[in-house]
């Protein structure tokens, strides 16, 4: 197996490309990638300040470092969602990583400072625990993005995550879901910030690759919500089809990104944007669920 850049020993090899690369031409390859989807999507430039939501996860860490080593001006976000031992040791490595390289971090914890219980809301709403871990992340990452001026917020979605969820969306024919789901989520309000996906090409592997080849510490643990969810199993079914059609994950999103989005552009559009008359974030409602959200758990105590 040799390395397709400098014919040197290949140490990895990725079947969609029918490619191997040694450890310096991966490393080549992957900041490549990710400099060619931000360019293409035009996702934000050097001057731009960027928001990156981390999770503690080798995706997360993945951007995060490459990010900052490519000279963005990047602020990290965490949020303790209040998941035990989970939340605990996440933190402790989103933080250590920010202070070994010297990086910004906001971190937000959702009991201390907003008195929220993701197991409680989830008793009182009859909703899954992941429902409303979603909402909350969605609200602060916003939040704290358009308060403090970001230009964007990005996060660690990867080629995997993509296709699953794309997966899933075509499934049930979701078209509010297809029509936003893009390596880069306009802006449609003054009060949203642009979301953006540097990964989105890159799999769950290759970027376990980057943090092992940069000695980044991460979290092997998924959440433990995560155990079941149907995302899993269209992963699985995906790595199947993968396995025998190299190439059909990429292809699966591509394509859709292509020929298929478009067709799911009007039902997008006609969603009406209000400001919750609680907080002033956009919602659909009259109230936001965050603030709904916390005011349930104000009257239940
Ligand atoms: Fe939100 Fe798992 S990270 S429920
Ligand atoms: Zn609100």
């Not at 995060?64 to 209040?82: F, K």
């Not at 009991?111 to 992941?130: A, F, N, P, V």
């Not at 909402?135 to 939040?143: C, E, T």
């Not at 993509?162 to 075509?170: H, P």
């Amino acid at each position: 197996m040799k390395c397709v850049r400098c014919k040197g020993k290949g140490i990895i090899y990725l079947k969609r490309h029918n490619a191997a690369f040694c450890q310096d031409c991966f490393l080549y390859y992957y900041k490549n990638q990710v400099k060619k989807n931000i360019k293409r999507h035009k996702m934000f430039d050097k001057k731009d300040k960027i928001l990156v939501v981390i999770s503690g996860g080798k995706d997360s860490m993945a951007l995060w470092h490459i990010l900052a080593s490519e000279g963005y001006n990047v602020t990290g976000m965490y949020i303790n969602l209040g998941i035990g031992h989970y939340s605990d040791k996440s933190q402790q490595v989103v933080e250590s990583f920010a202070q070994k390289n010297g990086l910004e971090l906001i971190v937000k914890d959702i009991k201390k400072e907003y008195g929220l219980d993701i197991y409680k809301l989830s008793k009182l709403l009859k909703r899954s625990t992941c429902s409303i871990c979603g909402s909350i992340k969605r609200y602060l990452f916003n939040k704290v993005a358009y308060d403090g001026g970001f230009s964007a917020v990005a996060t660690g979605h990867n080629l995997d995550d993509e296709a699953a969820t794309l997966l899933g969306n075509v499934l049930s024919w979701e078209e509010g879901y297809l029509a936003r789901q893009s390596p880069v989520l306009e802006s449609t309000h003054p009060k949203l910030v642009k979301k953006v996906k540097p990964l989105y090409t890159l799999t769950e592997r290759e970027n376990l690759f980057y943090v092992l080849i940069n000695k980044i510490e991460f979290l092997h643990d998924e959440c433990p919500h995560a155990i079941g969810a149907r995302s899993i199993l269209y992963k699985e079914v995906l790595n199947r089809l993968e396995e025998e059609s190299p190439g059909t994950k990429q292809r699966f999103i591509t394509s859709f990104l292509e020929k298929g989005r478009r067709h799911f552009q009007d039902v997008y559009e006609k969603v009406e944007l209000k400001e919750c008359i609680s907080c002033g974030q956009v919602t659909t409602t009259e109230i936001c669920s965050f603030c709904r959200f916390v005011q349930i758990l104000k009257q239940d105590a």
